[in-house]
């Protein structure tokens, strides 16, 4: 079973991410929505990843002082195709023998929004 990234959108922005011009190319951070299934089938997950720039954490880090950096891509600046084709090369790489497998490999990279879930029965 292998991994597909199906669609790729933010809640933070109204436009597609395709047309999304941030104020500062260099500078910019937004929460990115993977969604993420199985290679041929039509279901899928969602996954969310922040992507920003080293201009942008360094601004934060004035700011804030400290910074948390799970579930981060960095990119250099804000470029659609580089951030869609890294994102989905990487996803494309996990495979196991189901999904909850593959599922929590890609969380090592993004949240998955089932991660940490327990059933009532566990």
């Known amino acids: 079973m292998k991994a597909q990234l199906?669609?790729?959108y933010s809640l933070q922005i109204p436009e597609a991410?395709?047309?999304f011009l941030p104020e500062a190319s260099k500078n910019f951070?937004?929460?990115i929505r993977l969604m993420v299934g199985v290679e041929g089938v039509d279901q899928s997950e969602s996954f969310d990843i922040f992507v920003c720039t080293p201009t942008w954490i360094q601004d934060q880090?004035?700011?804030?002082?400290y910074m948390w950096g799970r579930?981060?891509?960095i990119v250099n600046e804000y470029d659609y195709e580089l951030i869609f084709q890294s994102l989905s090369a990487?996803?494309?790489s996990y495979s196991g023998k189901d999904w909850n497998e593959v599922a929590n490999k890609i969380a090592r990279i993004a949240a998955w929004e089932f991660e940490d879930y327990r059933s009532p029965d566990s």
């Open 90 to 92: 990487r996803i494309s």
């Open 61 to 65: 880090l004035v700011l804030e002082k």
């Open 17 to 19: 991410l395709k047309e």
């Open 29 to 31: 951070g937004i929460t």
């Open 6 to 8: 199906k669609e790729m």
């Open 71 to 73: 579930h981060m891509l």
